[in-house]
């Protein structure tokens, strides 16, 4: 029989290429976005209490209602956005799930998809399984910013659905509230979604402030808004998240997310409403804990001879290397470095369907515990 694959692009993605690599050699890693430190003792507690419990049976469909009053009770505290717990806040198996379900839902075949370049891996496929095709816009090199000209003229009459992405991975960069107007304003004779994965929502620097499109108004009313309590909590490997998105366009998303998954595990979600509940204020300090990430890795990084701009936001920093090795690729570089110094990262070019001539960037994610920055700050230096 012939196999004619769906996604004939696709291999192995690059993350679990360089953790491979990173693991055979023995070195550190920071190539993939996860935490080399672990959760609070509370809610790893919590966990273990509802698991005892018997809480081990499928939750509800839409998720366990006390998480979502949480998720909603945060959305009105931080954006000013009254969402219904019931109507618009949907508890996912990781954000990962929720962007591929707004996808299914919202592109049809034929639908062109804008998304920026350099741009989160799971988005296309995602757009392609569903019949739609991709349209790529590069952001700006210096500052990763979106050219809204750029933008207005990618805009056709087949443009069905923008994806965004603030904060940034993998850049760190922020989208303002400016930049969310001149969106709105582009869009709203058209007839077009838009679905912002907003993940990173907790992580800003630099006395910055997230601007979500749950706090836009008229944006969100064609809005699928996606994040990950993975991300927040230190528990990637929960795979939990949630979409939130207006009343109509919610119970079209969770038709596609009932044959999906059904459900996101009952424990987990359980053990996140507890302890949302007793401590609202965690996201607040947030910011702070990475931010000190960030420092002790840039100021690890002052003499080193990568060149960098500190990021603003995310777990992840931005490193140029052309005054070490300009005679290779990005994706030959992150391979030196894991091979020959023991450092995994991830190439910039692979976050791009047209990888800029001249940049010479590498990804490193900063959420690693203090002895493992210094160690890396050590190593990164003497190259
Ligand atoms: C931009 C972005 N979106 C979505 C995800 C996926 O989140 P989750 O682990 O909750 O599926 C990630 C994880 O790295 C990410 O960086």
Redesign the pocket.
Known sequence: MLLQSKLPQVGLTI?TQMSQLANAHNALNLS???PDFDASEALKEALQRHVQAGQNQYAAMTGVPALREQVASKIARLYRNPVSAEHEVTI????????FCAIQTLVRVGDEVIVFDPC?D?YEPAVTLAGGRCVHIALNSEGFSVDWQMFAEALTDKTRLVII?SP???SGALLSHADLNQLAELIRERDIYLLS?E??EHLVFDGQSHSSVLAHEELYQRSCV??????TYHV?GW???YMVAPAKLTAELRKVHQYVSFCAVTPMQHALADFMQAQPQYVDQLPAFYQQKRDQLCQALQHSRFSFTPSAS?YFQLLDYRQIRDDLSDVEMAHWLTVEHGVASIPLSVFYQQPPKDQFLLRVCFAKREDTLTLAGEVLCAI
């Open positions: 993350f993939q976005g996860f996912t198996p990781g954000a990962t799930q929720a962007l989160y799971s992405n940034h991975n993998p994965d993940v990173y996606v994040s990950s309590f993975g991300k990637t795979k939990t998240g995310t």
